[in-house]
């Protein structure tokens, strides 16, 4: 069974059901349901119109679930409205199930957390890598989101912040993870950008187009991951930065910086710069002056440590970095590569080798074990 299919047709289906009636809640399992038969069925009876089959058996699901509970009384009017036969509408209700699922009666990182998880497709161990919590406490989380809006109709929709949230963290697990979500969310940002004249908006879909041109060259022929300093830059799209920084200066020629702006500005100038040895570090630094200011985040202020050491030198950055808590993700590679800038080849290994044990995916953890043993092998030279 095509699996890439079964993910495109399963947020329509689910805004199906929740558009008749069905609380998220039950509206999931049922489509998790009529998954598992599809799954059992569709190899020997491959259906003429697989949305439509998806929407008719999961109705049917839910109706099942509804008989065995309180929504007993409301069983005829649910079987009156039961979807005809035939092909189902070809409408893409991704985005639209993005809003829903971005409910007023859920806090913003509840609500990021269960459309991540029911419609993005991420697990709740990506989504608490995202979040930097415990992977039970995400769980948790996304339990009691699902617990309050059981029984409550999705016909109030979120609002954009919480949808930028969302697109933003699907594609960061796309762009750096195990799952390909990266070119969803630029399809998803660029239909949000068409329908919202929004800076932020703008600025989300700058900043994803500016880090994905580069991902032709961000792994070797092997897969092993190559930093950007590194990088060719013949292999950059340079008509995907170009757009991307069209769209960035329009929005920030309208004078309502927001966090996505800021980060597409640091992208930008990263793109811009001919070899790694232009870059203009000054500037990134201020730039993310300006994160810090609008966000607080401490992966915003690790980052700057980054490039303050570029700016300043090793031992501006590395006390920038002494500043912030050393269990943040990341925080021993950032340490370790400015321990090696500094002369300090001894510490440098031993924190390459630490930050590889927790590295977020396989190719970062073979990177940062090469980099250890690189520096092991020249001490014992």
């Known amino acids: 069974m095509d699996e890439a299919l079964v993910r495109s047709l399963t947020p329509g289906v689910l805004t199906i059901l929740v558009r008749r009636g069905a609380d998220f809640a039950a509206a999931e399992d049922a489509v998790q ?3 598992i038969e599809a799954f059992r069925v569709w190899p020997s009876a491959p259906p003429r119109d697989p949305k439509g089959w998806l929407v008719t058996v ?5 109706l099942d679930r509804a008989r065995a509970d309180s ?3 409301r069983r005829e009017d649910l079987v009156e409205d039961e979807p005809p036969p035939g092909p189902a509408p070809g409408v893409d209700d991704t985005l639209q199930l993005y809003f829903l699922c971005a409910h007023p009666s859920l806090t913003p990182s509840s609500a990021v957390a269960l459309t991540l998880r029911a419609v993005g497709g991420l697990t709740t161990r990506q989504i608490a890598r995202a ?6 406490t995400m769980a948790q989380r996304i339990s009691r989101a699902k617990r309050t809006v059981s029984g409550v109709r999705f ?8 949808v930028l949230r969302v697109l933003y963290l699907v594609f960061n697990e796309g762009y750096s993870g195990d799952v390909d979500l990266a070119a969803e969310a630029i399809r998803l940002t660029r239909q949000l950008a068409a329908a919202i004249d929004h800076p932020e908006v703008a600025g989300l879909l ?3 187009l500016l880090h994905h041109a580069r991902r032709a060259s961000r792994t070797a022929p092997d897969g092993s991951l190559v930093p950007l300093a590194e990088q060719d830059r013949g292999r950059w799209d340079t008509r995907m930065i170009a757009e991307g920084i069209g769209i960035l200066q329009a929005a920030l020629a309208r004078d309502r910086l927001g966090e996505f702006q800021a980060q597409a500005a640091v992208a930008a100038l990263h793109a811009d710069a001919p070899t790694a040895g232009e870059t203009d570090w000054v500037q990134i630094v201020e730039w993310y002056d300006e994160l810090a200011r609008l966000t607080d985040s401490p992966v915003v202020r690790l980052n700057r440590a980054v490039a303050l050491g570029e700016a300043d030198g090793p031992r501006a950055g590395l006390a920038a970095l002494a500043a912030l808590d050393d269990s943040l993700p990341r ?3 950032v340490a370790a590569y400015l321990h090696e800038r500094d002369g300090d080849p001894d510490t440098a290994a031993r924190l390459y080798a630490e930050a590889a044990r927790t590295a977020p995916n396989l190719a970062e953890r073979d ?7 690189r520096l092991n092998a020249a001490r014992r030279r």
């Not at 979040?131 to 039970?136: F, H, K, R, S």
């Not at 016909?155 to 919480?162: K, L, N, Q």
């Open 58 to 62: 999961a109705w049917r699901k839910f």
């Open 367 to 373: 990177y940062l074990t090469r980099q250890a043993a």
């Open 155 to 162: 016909d109030r929709p979120g609002d954009v912040a919480t």
């Open 33 to 35: 349901d009529a998954l």
């Open 71 to 73: 929504a007993r009384r």
């Open 131 to 136: 979040y930097l919590v415990p992977e039970a």
């Open 331 to 333: 925080y021993a590679a």
């Open 206 to 208: 700058a900043l994803m």
